[in-house]
């Protein structure tokens, strides 16, 4: 049996990686150069606790369930998460009486440990929030991650599971036959297929459209970010603050990253289906993000940004998830419309779909997976000294610091560049290499460097991420 | 592991550096330099145009020239440089400094440190200014080492937000290098560099210069491919309707540096608004084993100025290193009109250079010192402008009795 399953944001590689439990063929087809720059690149990188959700929603079925899972899963595919708890801050009665139907919808969506807490409690966890805080909802099985870690760590998994990884290849059509799923083109090939899913985000739509008519149409949502420096900026909250939420969403917030960054944002700007590309930063978005992140916690210093931009979250208009098999046309499977909170959701629905799968088909376990892969050490954080003088001795490598602020070492990069980075972000989402405060000044040259070499690649073809972001276009003389 | 132990060890060879260096070797102390790339010289390397030296070396030198002088003097006096060590640590209780390279993890004992780090460029991100994601945005000290020491080229077509030194000579080299370059834009009412720069880089090539003008959004999807401009009012935001698009595939920077200064974060004081090192006119930061010198205190204008207090924190840490007592510390206050001022206390018994920049431009105004009423040094008449930094000296005659200095330019 042939699964194809179409997009690498951090939805279709946990699926990806779910499949491969079984004794069947797995393809990942993925349009860039890279898993996991698209939607999963640019949001707000929160494990939700389960409070937001209307019980009667399909997020609310994934919602806590995801949450629970990422404990298990993060010890599986060695990603940082850390449970910091959120925060979300009342300033008048109306607002407590929102926080209050928050606490309620948690209760009746099984959301653990909640609390009411009172404004003493409140300033106690977080320090510099408003002081005229009235009451606050506490959640602590809130956490955060690194989105595209999950993506990259779930398919070197499921590579090592026996996923067919395939970059590069955009879909432009499924055959059918029998109104049954047979073929999936590609801009570079086809790939027979049994079951089709797609998880395309922003553009799982468009891919719907190929195969059927019982689709939900998807525009983008933009949410704007300002990056606070983490030398700087890094004690200004623990837990992650928002307002009480409003009918464009959970409103702003002020959230620490897992790298120590504080990120302020995002906006909610509902944009036509023509823009699904526009990740621009706006005037008016970074002016309305430091107005309303002021009122949650005063003395931020925007002084200390190093970084604006936007991510774009896939909306429907039922502003749910649509988690189904088509109707009209057996095998093409939608995870579709995967706004917030789908990154907290993503495991549970991986697991939701896989097992669906497993038993409309009885497929056999794959008694060779291994769930297990380790992550990239980060030797001067995580190192003591006596073990990482030893490893230097082994490898000189690991002592050659590229980037100056993260410290990330020249075997970290060509370690990132053996499990598939091809472009510069490629090397800096799986080492925060160029995440730093100089934002690359001092090191991208030398990553282009180890790229050039470990790639043998020109040093005019290396880009960042799509095809003609390239920062150097030739010679100055030849 | 292997261990070092020397009397001054100079993080950073730069210019401020490896003047320190010898400066230190020559009050006869044992010197240890430490750098993190393969060579000496710094920034200097990349810096191939020429204009420096003229009051260090009296004689006028390429940033390389400037570099390799000072360079073979550090190898005629025997000094130890240690390069490509990246900075772990500096624990002032153990004296000692971790640093780490493809040979290991090393140690180095040392009686005091000289931090002369610089500084490093003001990233995209941090204006806010509205943008997509697209590549094409490159600091002016990047362009700089892709062009002149990799030989490798960035655009066909670039504007340049900021007038400060290194924008000004990024558009010469640019246009020299065959990229049209098509205005320097200046937020403020006036260049950000230095006036020759002006007339040597833009003038010459006929580049224009907008001043009172910011990038308002950069445009562009995979490569940048519009530059929005728009004039901009008193309190610098932008006026309606005023807006120009540039069509580049390049936006270069040079809004400013950064004293690198990551490194001593929690263990002294840091100016809060610049992130510099606070220090005495010794050079001495508020850990009495750390001093610094060069742009990581304040960022200058000239590397003749950088060698000159590379060179006053270098001999003062060999004297610490040797025992020398401390003498009193006397404050010294920015008074009015003054944006930066350098250093910000005096120790006594010693002469005082102060270096400082205006905040607003002022013709016909005077540089004043005072200690309380008295005043200690003035120069009358003059025009400053926050680009041209102000450099005085005052001899130790003059200053034996001060209690509190005040700097201002009325």
Same mark, same amino acid.
């Given at each position: 049996?042939?699964?194809?399953?179409?997009? $690498?944001? &951090?939805?279709?590689s946990?699926?990806a990686?779910?499949?491969?439990?079984?004794?069947?063929? /797995? #393809?990942? %087809? =993925?349009?860039?150069?890279?898993?996991?720059?698209?939607?999963?690149?640019?949001?707000?990188?929160?494990?939700?606790?389960?409070?937001?959700?209307?019980?009667?929603?399909?997020?609310?079925?994934f919602?806590?369930?995801?949450?629970a899972?990422?404990?298990?899963?993060?010890?599986?595919?060695?990603f940082e998460?850390?449970?910091?708890?959120?925060?979300?801050?009342?300033?008048?009665?109306?607002?407590?009486?929102?926080?209050?139907?928050?606490?309620?919808?948690?209760?009746?969506?099984?959301?653990?440990?909640?609390?009411?807490?009172?404004?003493?409690?409140?300033?106690?966890?977080?320090?510099n929030?408003?002081?005229?805080?009235?009451?606050?909802?506490?959640?602590?099985?809130?956490?955060?991650?690194?989105?595209?870690?999950?993506?990259? $760590?779930? &398919?070197?998994?499921?590579?090592?599971?026996?996923?067919?990884?395939?970059?590069?290849?955009? /879909? #432009?059509? %499924? =055959?059918?036959?029998?109104?049954?799923?047979?073929?999936?083109?590609?801009?570079?090939?086809s790939?027979?297929?049994?079951?089709?899913?797609?998880?395309?985000?922003?553009?799982?739509?468009?891919?719907a459209?190929?195969?059927?008519?019982?689709?939900?149409?998807?525009?983008?949502?933009?949410?704007?970010?300002?990056?606070?420096?983490?030398?700087?900026?890094?004690?200004l909250?623990?837990?992650?603050?928002f307002?009480?939420?409003?009918?464009?969403?959970?409103?702003v917030?002020?959230?620490?990253?897992?790298?120590?960054?504080?990120?302020?944002?995002?906006?909610?700007?509902?944009?036509?289906?023509?823009?699904?590309?526009?990740?621009?930063?706006?005037?008016?978005?970074?002016?309305?993000?430091?107005?309303?992140?002021?009122q949650?916690?005063?003395?931020?210093?925007?002084?200390?940004?190093?970084?604006?931009f936007?991510g774009?979250?896939?909306?429907?208009?039922?502003?749910?998830?649509?988690?189904?098999?088509s109707?009209?046309?057996d095998?093409?499977i939608?995870?579709?419309?995967?706004?917030?909170?789908?990154?907290?959701?993503?495991?549970?629905?991986?697991?939701?779909?896989?097992?669906?799968?497993?038993?409309?088909?009885?497929?056999?376990p794959?008694?060779?997976?291994n769930?297990?892969?380790?992550?990239?050490?980060?030797y001067i954080?995580?190192?003591?000294?006596?073990?990482?003088?030893?490893?230097?001795?082994?490898?000189?490598?690991?002592?050659?610091?590229?980037?100056?602020?993260?410290?990330?070492?020249e075997r970290e990069?060509?370690?990132?560049?053996?499990?598939?980075?091809?472009?510069?972000?490629?090397?800096?989402f799986?080492?925060?290499?160029?995440?730093?405060?100089?934002?690359g000044?001092?090191?991208?040259?030398?990553?282009?460097?180890i790229?050039?070499?470990?790639?043998?690649i020109?040093?005019?073809?290396?880009?960042?991420?799509?095809?003609?972001?390239?920062?150097?276009?030739?010679?100055t003389?030849? | 592991?292997?261990?070092?132990?020397?009397?001054?060890?100079?993080?950073g060879?730069?210019a401020?550096?490896?003047?320190?260096?010898?400066?230190?070797?020559?009050?006869?102390?044992?010197?240890?330099?430490?750098?993190?790339?393969?060579?000496?010289?710094?920034?200097?390397?990349?810096?191939?145009?020429?204009?420096?030296?003229?009051?260090?070396?009296?004689?006028?030198?390429?940033?390389?020239?400037?570099?390799?002088?000072?360079?073979?003097?550090?190898?005629?006096k025997?000094?130890?440089?240690?390069?490509?060590?990246?900075?772990?640590?500096?624990?002032?209780?153990?004296?000692?400094?971790?640093?780490?390279?493809?040979?290991?993890?090393?140690?180095?004992?040392?009686?005091?440190?000289?931090?002369?780090?610089?500084?490093r460029?003001?990233?995209?991100?941090?204006?806010?200014?509205?943008?997509s994601?697209?590549?094409?945005?490159?600091?002016?000290?990047?362009?700089?080492?892709?062009?002149?020491?990799?030989?490798?080229?960035?655009g066909?077509?670039?504007?340049?937000?900021?007038?400060g030194?290194?924008?000004?000579?990024?558009a010469?080299?640019?246009?020299?290098?065959?990229?049209?370059?098509?205005?320097?834009?200046?937020?403020?009412?006036?260049?950000?560099?230095?006036?020759?720069?002006?007339?040597?880089?833009?003038?010459?090539?006929d580049?224009?210069?907008?001043?009172?003008?910011?990038?308002?959004?950069?445009?562009?999807?995979?490569?940048?491919?519009e530059?929005?401009?728009?004039?901009?009012?008193?309190?610098?935001?932008?006026?309606?309707?005023?807006?120009?698009?540039?069509?580049?595939?390049t936006?270069?920077?040079?809004?400013?540096?950064?004293?690198?200064?990551?490194?001593?974060?929690?263990?002294?004081?840091?100016?809060?608004?610049?992130?510099?090192v606070?220090?005495?006119?010794?050079?001495?930061?508020?850990?009495?084993?750390?001093f610094?010198?060069?742009?990581?205190?304040?960022?200058?204008d000239?590397?003749d100025?950088?060698?000159?207090?590379?060179?006053?924190?270098?001999?003062?840490?060999?004297?610490?290193?040797?025992?020398?007592?401390?003498?009193?510390?006397?404050?010294?206050?920015k008074?009015?009109?003054?944006?930066?001022?350098?250093?910000?206390?005096?120790?006594?018994?010693?002469?005082?250079?102060?270096?400082?920049?205006?905040?607003?431009?002022?013709?016909?105004?005077s540089?004043?010192?005072?200690?309380?009423d008295?005043?200690i040094f003035?120069?009358?008449?003059?025009?400053?402008?926050?680009?041209e930094?102000?450099?005085?000296?005052?001899?130790?005659?003059?200053?034996?009795?001060?209690?509190?200095?005040?700097?201002?330019?009325?």
């Amino acid at each position: 049996m042939n699964i194809i399953i179409i997009g $690498a944001g &951090v939805v279709g590689s946990l699926i990806a990686r779910e499949l491969c439990r079984y004794n069947v063929s /797995v #393809t990942l %087809i =993925e349009k860039n150069i890279d898993v996991g720059q698209e939607v999963t690149k640019a949001n707000s990188a929160i494990i939700h606790a389960g409070y937001d959700d209307e019980p009667s929603s399909v997020r609310a079925k994934f919602c806590v369930k995801g949450n629970a899972m990422y404990t298990n899963l993060s010890q599986e595919l060695d990603f940082e998460v850390k449970r910091i708890g959120s925060l979300v801050a009342a300033f008048n009665e109306e607002e407590v009486n929102t926080i209050t139907e928050l606490y309620n919808r948690g209760i009746n969506n099984n959301v653990p440990n909640l609390k009411l807490i009172s404004p003493e409690q409140a300033l106690e966890i977080e320090p510099n929030l408003n002081p005229s805080v009235k009451a606050a909802l506490y959640a602590p099985t809130a956490g955060i991650t690194e989105p595209w870690t999950v993506a990259i $760590a779930a &398919v070197e998994n499921a590579v090592a599971n026996g996923l067919n990884l395939v970059l590069e290849e955009k /879909v #432009t059509g %499924i =055959e059918t036959q029998d109104k049954k799923v047979k073929k999936v083109i590609t801009d570079k090939g086809s790939y027979t297929a049994d079951i089709v899913i797609n998880a395309a985000g922003l553009y799982a739509d468009d891919i719907a459209a190929m195969v059927c008519s019982d689709y939900r149409p998807l525009h983008p949502r933009r949410g704007e970010y300002i990056l606070l420096s983490k030398v700087t900026s890094s004690d200004l909250v623990k837990t992650i603050v928002f307002p009480a939420p409003g009918k464009m969403g959970k409103g702003v917030l002020v959230l620490p990253t897992i790298d120590g960054g504080i990120l302020l944002g995002p906006t909610s700007q509902d944009l036509d289906q023509r823009y699904k590309e526009d990740k621009s930063t706006t005037q008016d978005g970074i002016d309305f993000i430091i107005e309303k992140t002021r009122q949650l916690i005063p003395n931020i210093d925007i002084r200390n940004a190093i970084k604006t931009f936007a991510g774009l979250r896939p909306e429907s208009p039922q502003k749910d998830f649509w988690i189904e098999e088509s109707q009209e046309i057996d095998g093409f499977i939608n995870a579709s419309a995967m706004r917030s909170p789908g990154l907290t959701a993503a495991p549970a629905v991986a697991m939701y779909i896989s097992q669906q799968i497993s038993q409309k088909y009885s497929l056999k376990p794959n008694l060779l997976f291994n769930p297990q892969r380790k992550r990239i050490v980060n030797y001067i954080n995580e190192l003591g000294d006596e073990e990482y003088d030893a490893l230097i001795k082994q490898d000189p490598l690991a002592g050659k610091i590229i980037c100056s602020c993260n410290k990330v070492s020249e075997r970290e990069i060509i370690q990132a560049i053996k499990r598939g980075a091809r472009s510069i972000d490629g090397v800096k989402f799986r080492t925060r290499a160029m995440f730093g405060d100089c934002q690359g000044s001092f090191c991208t040259f030398k990553i282009m460097q180890i790229l050039s070499r470990e790639l043998g690649i020109d040093y005019k073809d290396i880009r960042y991420n799509k095809p003609d972001s390239r920062p150097i276009v030739g010679n100055t003389r030849d | 592991m292997k261990s070092y132990n020397t009397d001054v060890a100079v993080i950073g060879a730069g210019a401020a550096g490896l003047s320190a260096a010898l400066a230190a070797s020559r009050e006869g102390a044992r010197v240890l330099l430490i750098e993190r790339n393969e060579d000496s010289g710094g920034i200097l390397n990349q810096c191939i145009h020429n204009g420096f030296g003229l009051h260090y070396f009296k004689t006028e030198l390429t940033g390389p020239e400037y570099a390799f002088r000072l360079a073979q003097m550090i190898e005629e006096k025997s000094i130890e440089v240690l390069t490509q060590r990246y900075l772990l640590d500096i624990d002032s209780q153990k004296k000692q400094i971790k640093v780490v390279s493809e040979k290991g993890i090393e140690f180095i004992n040392t009686k005091s440190v000289v931090y002369t780090c610089g500084a490093r460029e003001r990233p995209f991100g941090s204006l806010l200014v509205p943008s997509s994601r697209a590549c094409g945005v490159y600091t002016a000290g990047v362009a700089q080492r892709f062009i002149n020491l990799e030989n490798k080229m960035i655009g066909k077509s670039a504007i340049i937000l900021g007038s400060g030194d290194i924008g000004l000579i990024m558009a010469r080299r640019l246009t020299l290098e065959g990229v049209k370059v098509q205005a320097v834009i200046e937020r403020m009412p006036y260049p950000g560099g230095l006036v020759r720069n002006i007339n040597q880089c833009l003038k010459d090539f006929d580049i224009p210069l907008y001043l009172s003008h910011t990038v308002t959004q950069v445009r562009g999807d995979a490569r940048i491919n519009e530059v929005v401009v728009c004039q901009v009012d008193e309190k610098y935001c932008a006026v309606p309707q005023t807006e120009k698009i540039f069509s580049v595939d390049t936006l270069i920077l040079s809004v400013g540096l950064i004293p690198e200064t990551s490194k001593l974060y929690g263990k002294v004081n840091l100016d809060p608004s610049t992130k510099g090192v606070i220090i005495d006119s010794n050079g001495q930061s508020s850990d009495p084993f750390i001093f610094a010198a060069g742009n990581c205190v304040i960022v200058y204008d000239l590397v003749d100025y950088v060698s000159a207090e590379g060179e006053n924190a270098g001999r003062n840490a060999a004297l610490y290193a040797a025992g020398k007592e401390q003498d009193e510390k006397i404050t010294i206050e920015k008074g009015n009109n003054i944006g930066i001022i350098n250093p910000s206390f005096y120790v006594r018994n010693t002469a005082l250079d102060i270096y400082a920049r205006v905040r607003k431009p002022v013709e016909k105004a005077s540089f004043v010192v005072r200690d309380s009423d008295e005043v200690i040094f003035s120069v009358k008449n003059k025009s400053y402008v926050p680009s041209e930094m102000i450099h005085i000296k005052i001899d130790k005659e003059k200053l034996s009795r001060v209690k509190k200095l005040t700097v201002e330019v009325i």
